[in-house]
T-cell receptor, first 113, second 113 residues
Framework: DAGITQSPRYKITETGRQVTLMCHQT?????MFWYRQDLGHGLRLIYY???????DKGEVPDGYVVSRSKTENFPLTLESATRSQTSVYFC????????????FGEGSWLTVV | GENVEQHPSTLSVQEGDSAVIKCTYS??????FPWYKQELGKGPQLIID?????GEKKDQRIAVTLNKTAKHFSLHITETQPEDSAVYFC????????????FGTGTRLKVLA
């Protein structure tokens, strides 16, 4: 049971470069999410998707782009990375229904220098 | 806007003692309250949750209580063990709508042997 996997797990990039974080889930969950985790802020929602081809902004979407062409994949792209985007990024998924438990991936550590 | 406050930010207890973490939410529509445990280098994992039609829920050494009137809920861990050391996050969500969670800022629990 692979669950939800993220890649890369660790990434160092330079300011201004484009970076894509991949997320893949094997549960066929309807909902997928991207969160960032920063000290003092907890987990903040960047974008979420209710189904393939349906995405919506979360709390902190600026500087990020998402797509969901297939139910199982939900990549997150930083179009022009900035130092403030240095963070740990978590992908998550949830099946439609109640209770809507969210299952998290292991995280992607991104450093922008 | 919607907000979840979590206290304390750090908590140290002796092995065998109890630990209590408290959260307060602002959105009256919230009716689902999960707790997540995050071990070092890993993604958050659900440990217990409670819905608004229940005042208390227990699972072995873990319990969660909910006071809807005061809009606060708490995590209780009894007979703490070293493996309980982790960061704990509370969250509030509505079971209808967009399935978005609002997370607290986390509590780092240290269980001292």
């Amino acid at each position: 049971d692979a669950g939800i996997t993220q890649s890369p797990r660790y990434k160092i990039t330079e300011t201004g470069r484009q970076v894509t974080l991949m997320c893949h889930q094997t549960w066929s969950h309807s909902y997928m999410f991207w969160y960032r985790q920063d000290l003092g802020h907890g987990l903040r929602l960047i974008y979420y998707s209710a189904a393939a081809d349906i995405t919506d902004k979360g709390e902190v979407p600026d500087g990020y782009v998402v797509s969901r062409s297939k139910t199982e994949n939900f990549p997150l792209t930083l179009e022009s990375a900035t130092r403030s985007q240095t963070s740990v990024y978590f992908c998550a998924s949830s099946d439609q229904g109640t209770p809507n438990t969210i299952y998290f991936g292991e995280g992607s550590w991104l450093t922008v220098v | 806007g919607e907000n979840v406050e979590q206290h304390p930010s750090t908590l140290s207890v002796q092995e065998g003692d109890s630990a209590v973490i408290k959260c307060t939410y602002s959105d009256s529509a919230s009716n689902y309250f999960p707790w997540y445990k995050q071990e070092l280098g890993k993604g958050p994992q659900l440990i217990i949750d409670i819905r608004s039609n229940v005042g208390e829920k227990k699972d072995q050494r873990i319990a969660v209580t909910l006071n809807k009137t005061a809009k606060h809920f708490s995590l209780h861990i009894t007979e703490t063990q070293p493996e309980d050391s982790a960061v704990y996050f509370c969250a509030a969500s509505s079971l209808s709508g967009t399935y978005k969670y609002i997370f607290g800022t986390g509590t780092r629990l240290k269980v001292l042997a």
